[in-house]
């Protein structure tokens, strides 16, 4: 005869061996969330600084015009250095014109 926890532990075991069965494939993406900012009001010009000396391992991000939805005005952004990502290309933050609108695309990462 066979005990409670026994019958569990076995049933446990079953399950077990029955998802490994089926197989286990890890997504190849992270899923990625995006917050978008649609205004009105064209970007000011961007400002043109200098760039700092190259760092090994990381890429600069240009300064960009931020929307400051408090005091209805864009305020600017300085730039700032990112960590490199082998195989991929830092695309920086910037706006479109779209469809009678300004939209703000934030700084992201593409093969």
Request: overall charge positive; hydrophobic content about 40%.
């Amino acid at each position: 005869m066979i005990t409670m926890t026994r019958k569990l532990a076995l049933l446990a075991a079953l399950g077990l061996a029955a998802g490994a069965g089926i197989g286990y494939a890890p997504q190849t993406q992270a899923a990625q969330v995006a917050v978008g900012v649609t205004i009105g009001v064209p970007p000011p010009p961007p400002r043109y600084v200098r760039v700092p000396p190259p760092r090994v391992g990381y890429v600069w991000a240009p300064g960009y015009w931020r929307w400051d939805h408090r005091r209805h005005r864009h305020v600017w952004v300085a730039g700032y250095w990112v960590h490199a990502r082998p195989g991929y290309r830092y695309v920086p933050e910037h706006w479109v014109h779209r469809r009678g609108g300004w939209y703000f695309r934030p700084g992201h990462w593409v093969r």
